[in-house]
């Protein structure tokens, strides 16, 4: 069974400035998905950002960028120029490659970041 | 473009009495579809997801129970609530895998559970 691991549970960051959250996971997969979901006050699940296992290069989202170390089974998320309206909690989560059915995501039990004005 | 609609938000029950929360998919055809709840201060677990009209699977024991009379359409369902029932629950779809790229899940908008 896969899991994901997320070992902040709060973080805080100034506006305008740069912040990483971390995430790691475990599994014995080859070929998966990696995703990084937000969700504010409101509680709207929002997808931020996806990675491709089988790609090397790291995924980008305007202000939003991920470092995908796959040896190390590692997903961080970068948030630069930071904004108040990042200010939520947010989910790293794992989705394994199916050729059909339905596809189970694991999540983390998320990081919750205030940005500070 | 597809949307997901989740209903009612937030919802005050006594223990005891029944629940009903509807999810509808628009915009796309034989859905993947998940129940989720997410309680206070904790990550989020499925309860349960259907990969087709009738086809419902079940993560965890519970309370609770799940139908899919529709292809686009998932209900939540309790004949008795109990008070551990309170939480966030999030209805979610995502497309069945024909190969890449996969999306992932498209959340609704939640209904907040108070079970009293």
């Known amino acids: 069974a896969q899991t994901v691991t997320q070992s902040q549970p709060e973080m805080s960051v100034q506006e305008a400035e740069t912040v990483t959250l971390s995430c790691t996971y475990d599994?014995?997969?080859?070929?998966?998905?990696l995703f990084w979901y937000k969700q504010p006050p409101s509680r709207q699940m929002i997808l931020v950002i996806r990675?491709?296992?089988?790609?090397?290069q790291n995924a980008t989202e305007n202000r939003f960028s991920v470092n995908f170390q796959k040896a190390a089974k590692s997903f961080s998320l970068k948030i630069s120029d930071s904004q108040l309206g990042d200010t939520a909690m947010y989910f790293c989560?794992?989705?394994?490659?199916?050729?059909?059915?339905?596809?189970?995501?694991?999540f983390g039990i998320g990081t919750k970041l205030q940005v500070i004005p | 473009s597809q949307t997901i609609h989740q209903w009612p938000a937030t919802l005050v029950q006594p223990v005891g009495s029944p629940l009903s929360l509807e999810c509808t998919v628009e915009?796309?055809?034989?859905?993947?579809l998940y129940w989720y709840r997410q309680a206070a201060g904790r990550g989020l677990q499925l309860l349960f997801y259907s990969v087709g009209i009738g086809q419902i699977s079940s993560e965890v024991p519970q309370n609770l129970s799940a139908s899919r009379p529709q292809d686009r359409q998932f209900i939540l369902s309790s004949k008795k609530l109990l008070l551990s029932d309170s939480g966030f629950y999030l209805c979610a779809w995502s497309v069945a895998p024909t190969g890449r790229p996969n999306y992932g899940y498209t959340f609704g908008s939640g209904t907040r559970l108070t079970v009293v």
């Open positions: 599994t014995s997969e080859s070929n998966y998905y």
């Open positions: 990675q491709e296992a089988y790609k090397q």
């Open positions: 989560a794992f989705m394994k490659q199916n050729s059909g059915g339905y596809q189970k995501v694991t």
């Open positions: 915009g796309t055809s034989n859905p993947n």
